[in-house]
Antibody, heavy 116, light 106 residues
Framework: QVQLQQSGAELAKPGSSVKISCKAS????????ISWIKQTTGQGLEYIGY????????NYNEKFKGKATLTVDKSSSTAFMQLSSLTPDDSAVYYC?????????WGPGTMVTVSS | DIQMTQSPSVLSASVGDRVTLSCKAS??????LDWYQQKLGEAPKLLIY???NLQTGIPSRFSGSGSGTDYTLTISSLQPEDVATYYC????????FGAGTKLELK
C-alpha cells in the first residue's frame, strides 16, 4: 500500500534551518511528483511547491521561493524540504503529498515550531 | 493570485440531508479544481479531482460539479463520518486552497 512517512516534529530557533523528510513506499517513487503543503490555524492550507522525483526539477509558489528548497534522493525513495531563515511565521504543520495537480496520498504531517 | 472563497464557513446538517458546499474562484479556473476532506487531527484526503472525478475508494454519495468560477461539492445523504472540514483547491494558476467549510451534525 502507498505510504508517505514523514520525519518527526522539529523545534527550531529563529534564523536557523530545518530539513523535513518524506519517505515513500508501496509504489514506484519516480513515477509521481511529490508536493509540499503548509497548514496553519491562521493561514489555512498553502501550497509550497513540487518536485519531479525523476528529474529533480522543482516548481515553487512565489511566496516560498527562498524559504523552501525541495530535493530528492531516489536511492532511498525520499523527498526532502529544507526551510531556511526560520521565523515564528514558519511554525506550522508541513505535509508531503503524492502528485502535482491533485494529491492522492498524504503524509501524516511534520510539526515545525520556531521559538527562541 | 486566484482567491478561492468557500461558503458557508460552517454548515450544520442532519444525517440523511443533501448537503451542498460552494467554492467560488476570483477568475476562471477551467475546472482545475479538487476537493479535500480533513478530519480533526488527520491529513487532508482527496475526494474529487478535476471538478467531478471521484477518487478511488470514496463513497458515491460525494460528487462535484462546476465550471468557470463556480464549483460545488455535494453529499447526497450526509453520514456521521462525513463530519470534517472540506477544502477546495485550484491549480489553474498559482495554486491556492479555499479557507474551508466546517461541516457539523445538527
Amino acid at each position: 500500500q502507498v505510504q508517505l512517512q514523514q520525519s518527526g516534529a522539529e523545534l527550531a530557533k529563529p534564523g536557523s534551518s530545518v530539513k523535513i523528510s518524506c519517505k515513500a513506499s508501496g509504489y514506484t517513487f519516480t513515477s509521481y511528483y511529490i508536493s509540499w503543503i503548509k497548514q496553519t490555524t491562521g493561514q489555512g492550507l498553502e501550497y509550497i511547491g513540487y518536485i519531479n522525483t525523476g528529474s529533480g526539477g522543482t516548481n515553487y509558489n512565489e511566496k516560498f521561493k527562498g524559504k523552501a528548497t525541495l530535493t530528492v534522493d531516489k536511492s532511498s525513495s525520499t523527498a526532502f524540504m529544507q526551510l531556511s531563515s526560520l521565523t515564528p511565521d514558519d511554525s506550522a504543520v508541513y505535509y508531503c503529498a503524492r502528485g502535482r495537480w491533485y494529491f492522492d496520498f498524504w503524509g501524516p504531517g511534520t510539526m515545525v515550531t520556531v521559538s527562541s | 493570485d486566484i482567491q478561492m472563497t468557500q461558503s458557508p464557513s460552517v454548515l450544520s446538517a442532519s444525517v440523511g440531508d443533501r448537503v451542498t458546499l460552494s467554492c467560488k474562484a476570483s477568475q476562471n479556473i477551467n475546472k482545475n479544481l479538487d476537493w479535500y476532506q480533513q478530519k480533526l487531527g488527520e491529513a487532508p484526503k482527496l475526494l474529487i479531482y478535476f471538478t467531478n472525478n471521484l477518487q478511488t475508494g470514496i463513497p458515491s454519495r460525494f460528487s462535484g460539479s462546476g465550471s468557470g468560477t463556480d464549483y460545488t461539492l455535494t453529499i447526497s445523504s450526509l453520514q456521521p463520518e462525513d463530519v470534517a472540514t472540506y477544502y477546495c483547491y485550484q491549480y489553474n494558476s498559482g495554486p491556492t486552497f479555499g479557507a474551508g467549510t466546517k461541516l457539523e451534525l445538527k
